[in-house]
């Protein structure tokens, strides 16, 4: 049975449950931190996201497409979003010193600070709806499982 012959390689119960509650409770999961985020640091999960990797960035930039990619976002969806941080004073864009016509997001001192500030939310949040939840085992495996599931997903479409 294969996609090629047309023929469908259907769910498992197991498999359906593994994928329907990986699926629910990931939604669920950024839901929650979101909220958390919003109502305690007045940020969404998504610029926090963008905070994050800017501030792992030499020095706190990255071009935009590489941005993209890290956020699973697509180019256009992350310039309105760098556009409305910018007018919050969060990030600012830059003309690469490699790549004049390369464009990279980097982190204000105002970012930074946001950052820092609403960074132990964040982490609490992560913990207590997440990580605690699981064994030392379970998060290994959960770390490898997914980071093979990454991989693939980042390889190029044929």
């Given at each position: 049975?294969?996609?090629?012959?047309?023929?469908?390689?259907w769910l498992t119960?197991?498999?359906?449950?593994?994928?329907?509650?990986?699926?629910?409770?990931?939604?669920?999961?950024?839901?929650r931190l979101h909220?958390?985020?919003?109502?305690?640091?007045?940020?969404?999960?998504?610029?926090?996201?963008?905070?994050?990797?800017?501030?792992?960035?030499e020095g706190g930039?990255?071009?935009?497409?590489?941005?993209?990619?890290?956020?699973?976002?697509?180019?256009?969806?992350?310039?309105?979003?760098?556009?409305?941080?910018?007018?919050?004073?969060?990030?600012?864009?830059?003309?690469?010193?490699?790549?004049?016509?390369?464009?990279?997001?980097?982190?204000?001192?105002?970012?930074?600070?946001?950052?820092?500030?609403?960074?132990?939310?964040?982490?609490?949040?992560?913990?207590?709806?997440?990580?605690?939840?699981?064994?030392?085992?379970?998060?290994?495996?959960?770390?490898?499982?997914?980071?093979?599931?990454?991989?693939?997903?980042?390889?190029?479409?044929?």
């Open positions: 049975m294969s996609e090629e012959s047309g023929e469908v390689r119960d197991t498999e359906m449950l593994v994928w329907r509650s990986y699926i629910v409770s990931t939604l669920m999961l950024r839901h909220r958390e985020l919003a109502e305690r640091e007045d940020v969404s999960l998504i610029d926090y996201e963008v905070l994050v990797c800017l501030s792992s960035a930039a990255m071009r935009m497409s590489e941005l993209a990619t890290m956020l699973g976002s697509t180019k256009s969806r992350l310039s309105h979003q760098i556009t409305r941080m910018e007018a919050e004073g969060l990030v600012r864009r830059v003309r690469q010193t490699c790549d004049r016509r390369a464009v990279a997001a980097e982190l204000t001192e105002q970012g930074a600070e946001l950052l820092r500030r609403s960074a132990p939310t964040h982490v609490n949040g992560v913990r207590t709806h997440f990580v605690d939840l699981l064994t030392e085992q379970e998060q290994e495996v959960l770390g490898r499982a997914f980071s093979r599931v990454l991989a693939h997903l980042s390889e190029p479409e044929d």
